[in-house]
């Protein structure tokens, strides 16, 4: 009996998008990120976030969106070089800081209701902490 290799063809950009919005949603939800807030962090239709949990491919991602995207994920890598416990690495997005920039509010309200220069300056903050800059 012969068998023949079956030649995978690499997924399309449109399923690596989804590859990367599905674990941004999931980062979020481990943030304890609301649907309103994942949905403005991301800024994503409700449809779009349904279509995370499901098969289905997402529509098209814009350059913001995947932008977007790709801070979440930095985000979350440097709360994983920062922070060894996992309550941390999770829980600190949802607890309430009171440096300057965040003026008391947790940054994940903060970044759930501000601009993408917001997203960007929560990133950049948050980073500064692996150098002790902070």
């Not at 607890?95 to 220069?117: K, Q, W, Y």
Request: net charge positive; glycine share 6%.
């Amino acid at each position: 009996m012969m068998v023949i290799a079956q030649e995978h063809s690499p997924p399309s950009e449109n399923a690596k998008h989804m590859i990367g919005l599905r674990a941004a949603v999931t980062i979020l939800e481990h943030w304890k990120a609301n649907r309103n807030q994942i949905q403005q962090v991301l800024r994503i239709s409700p449809a779009t976030l349904l279509r995370t949990k499901g098969e289905a491919t997402a529509s098209r991602l814009d350059c913001d969106q995947l932008e977007r995207i790709s801070i979440v994920l930095n985000i979350h890598a440097t709360m994983r070089t920062l922070f060894k416990n996992p309550a941390n690495v999770y829980g600190f997005m949802g607890r309430p800081n009171g440096t300057e920039f965040f003026n008391g509010r947790a940054p994940l309200d903060v970044i759930s209701h501000g601009s993408m220069l917001t997203l960007v300056e929560t990133y950049r903050r948050i980073n500064l902490l692996r150098n002790g800059l902070w």
